[in-house]
């Protein structure tokens, strides 16, 4: 294979502005590469597959939690947020990852979980010990109402109520997610201290910033107020599935808490001597983009920040593209979104909006060239489907509690596949902790290499497009427009213009090109040109990139 290695970061200097345009490529580390044989993902895994990764040419990897952890939600349940679980390896792994990467280019962030941790943590069982402790109030714990009953009516997202009677306290606790997975209380200072030493451990370490799970759910309402009913009309399954009755809240007291905000310019702080940035995942059915807004305007909050706009069920049109770009201008001028349209928790696109071949090119082109910076999920580059795993191999807890008509989240979970030559995709050689869908094998990356027109190639060009024009990587956009299927936009960057059409649907479509002198671009992307009569004809999931230079009207 042939690495084409990005020139490596000076270490030794500091580059805040990095992460702008940015294309990260995320690992789940459960599932990249077995290095011991016992079907379980691991560090060294990933030290092994840094080389196919430089391929790609993207900026930086995105690393889910490989913390010590009892694994009851798989990582998201942190028992010691400074060491590595025996399973992934050790610290000295990570450190080998972090020099690896750095050495090919790379930069490295890792998955903080910092709303709550597992119910085996430390810190956890000395709070629960009794209400007397020096952590008696680093949890969110509450007295019963008169009758016995929780205190308020928030839900968990994982179902049912958010709080679990604890006979310890005799009290309850608060858990937005599991029951093992207690919410820490933003609301002491202490916490927040602790929470920012860990940050400063890893960013010791040499990472390069953080993607922040659940960034909207770390402060709830001191007051403990009821959550209001959310009407029908108003309810979506972004986050949480359909027959969730989580979607029947507004989550107003429970997440999206004002003084979240003074916690994040904290951490700001922390990072910024580092050159660090972070990406938040933003959690709310109702108000994601405008939280993004919030949470990366200015320069000492967070740098990036995605919603689930693009990770939702329902394929985009060419009206919901400008729909959401819109509104994102409208409520995050002044902040940074972060793109991606498959991830751990959500039904891989190429399933989840039933995407034939010269749609996915399509859509992999369409994010390359939006504003914002990007998130490529492991797997997305091969066009891997979803695997349909079957209840008795079913791991993930949401799942399980909601199946049949809820799957979970492990059949956008299961082993990379880097060769076609045995059932496990040369994952592991020993039994996978989730099987290898046998239709994933043919489009393996080995399969892919060899295959000129296979869909690996086309990501590593569109990021490659990328790459090589700043306009689309940290440029402006004018208005986001569609005329009828084809949306269509110009970005900019010192002169230089961009005009980008996208042909959303499986119908030719006809554009006029803007006025003006225009250059084509794109051929390798199967960008289509200005025909004879002046138009863009573009066939079924085609795209138009043109390009104006600086002074040429």
């Known amino acids: 294979m042939n690495v084409a290695v990005k ?103 890792i998955d903080l979980v910092l709303s709550h941790t597992s119910d085996a943590h430390p810190w956890f069982v000395e709070s629960r010990a009794n209400c007397d402790n020096p952590r008696h109030d680093w949890y969110v714990w509450s007295d019963p109402k008169p009758d016995g009953t929780p205190p308020n009516n928030w839900l968990s997202i994982f179902g049912g109520s958010a709080w679990q009677w604890d006979t310890r306290r005799e009290q309850y606790y608060l858990h ?40 909207n759910f770390y402060t709830h309402d001191a007051e403990l107020r009821d959550n209001p009913a959310l009407p029908p009309e108003r309810r979506n399954a972004d986050t949480a599935p359909a027959v969730n009755p989580y979607n029947h809240q507004e989550h107003i007291y429970s997440k999206n808490r004002p003084e979240n905000l003074d916690f994040l310019r904290k951490l700001r702080a922390v990072m910024e001597p580092f050159g660090a940035a972070a990406v938040g995942e933003v959690g709310d059915a109702q108000r994601g983009l405008e939280i993004m807004g919030e949470y990366t305007a200015g320069d000492d909050l967070m740098q990036m920040c995605y919603a689930f706009e693009f990770l ?3 394929q985009p049109t060419a009206d919901r593209i400008v729909e959401v770009m819109g509104r994102v201008d409208a409520v995050a001028a002044d902040g940074w979104a972060c793109w991606a349209f498959s991830n751990h928790d959500v039904k891989r696109h190429a399933s989840r909006w039933n995407l034939p071949p010269a749609a996915q090119r399509m859509f992999a082109t369409l994010l390359m060239c939006l504003r914002g910076s990007v998130c490529l999920y492991q797997g997305e580059e091969l066009g891997l489907p979803e695997a349909d795993v079957a209840f008795e191999d079913l791991q993930d807890p949401y799942g399980i509690e909601f199946w049949p008509e809820f799957k979970g989240r492990d059949g956008c979970r299961t082993p990379m596949v880097w060769e076609p030559s045995n059932q496990n995709g040369a994952f592991t050689t020993g039994r996978p902790w989730l099987p290898v869908a046998s239709e994933h094998l043919a489009l393996s990356v080995a399969a892919q290499e060899d295959d000129p027109g296979a869909l690996l190639h086309h990501y590593r060009r569109a990021v490659a497009f990328r790459q090589a024009h700043p306009a689309l990587s940290v440029g402006s956009h004018d208005k986001v427009s569609a005329t009828g299927d084809v949306v269509h936009f110009t970005r900019a960057h010192d002169g230089v213009q961009i005009f980008c059409a996208f042909n959303i649907s499986d119908s030719p479509s006809d554009l006029d090109l803007p006025a ?36 040429i009207v």
């Open 7 to 109: 020139a490596p970061h000076a270490m030794g200097a500091v580059d805040n502005d990095w992460w702008r345009g940015a294309v990260i490529y995320q690992i789940y580390p459960r599932s990249f590469q077995d290095s011991n044989g016992d079907g379980v993902g691991d560090l060294a895994g990933i030290v092994q597959r840094l080389p196919y990764i430089a391929t790609l040419g993207v900026d930086a990897i995105w690393i889910s939690p490989f913390f010590t952890s009892p694994m009851k939600d798989f990582g998201y349940d942190v028992s010691d947020y400074c060491d590595v679980d025996p399973m992934f390896g050790t610290l000295a792994d990570f450190d080998a990852v972090v020099e690896t990467a750095h050495r090919l280019g790379i930069r490295v962030m």
């Open 176 to 215: 937005n997610f599991l029951v093992s997975q207690p919410d820490l209380n933003f609301h002491n200072m202490d916490v927040q201290g602790a929470l920012l030493d860990v940050a400063t451990f890893w960013l010791n370490r040499g990472v390069d910033g953080f993607r922040l799970d659940t960034i």
């Open 312 to 314: 939702s069920p329902e």
């Open 516 to 551: 003006g002198v225009w250059t084509p671009i794109g051929d390798d992307l199967g960008a289509a040109h200005v025909s004879a009569d002046g138009r863009m004809h573009l066939g079924p999931w085609q795209v138009c990139l043109f390009t104006k230079p600086a002074n």
